[in-house]
């Protein structure tokens, strides 16, 4: 089944159990630190695994020890749907190993 945008409250609730992301500009959003270059490296690498697995991808900036990581979905014109919230959580459950804070 194609994928619906979310309402404003669907998205508010889904927030309240993704700590540290935020909506803004349609997406939703958050910004990961690591101690250095490599392990925020080895975190897009992992990221980037479980995008092909969902065949669902976030915008990801990688500068030096930050990883920031923007999703929205294309085809309902750049809205946000439970597929963003789906890899938010994925993405999430992954950021203790790597060390991101
Ligand atoms: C065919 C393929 O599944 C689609 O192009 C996927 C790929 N990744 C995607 N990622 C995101 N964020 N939104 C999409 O609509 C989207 N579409």
Request: hydrophobic content about 45%; charged content about 20%; proline content about 5%.
């Amino acid at each position: 089944m194609a994928p619906r945008p979310l309402s404003e409250s669907e998205i508010a609730e889904a927030l309240e159990s993704l700590p540290g992301w935020t909506f803004e500009d349609d997406r939703l959003i958050r910004g990961y630190g690591f101690a250095a270059h490599l392990p925020a490296v080895a975190f897009l690498v992992h990221v980037a695994t479980v995008q092909e697995e969902l065949a669902h991808h976030a915008d990801l900036a990688l500068t030096y020890n930050r990883l920031g990581v923007a999703v929205h979905t294309h085809s309902v014109g750049g809205k946000v749907t439970e597929l963003d919230v789906t890899l938010a959580r994925r993405v999430e459950a992954l950021a203790p190993a790597h060390g991101a804070r």
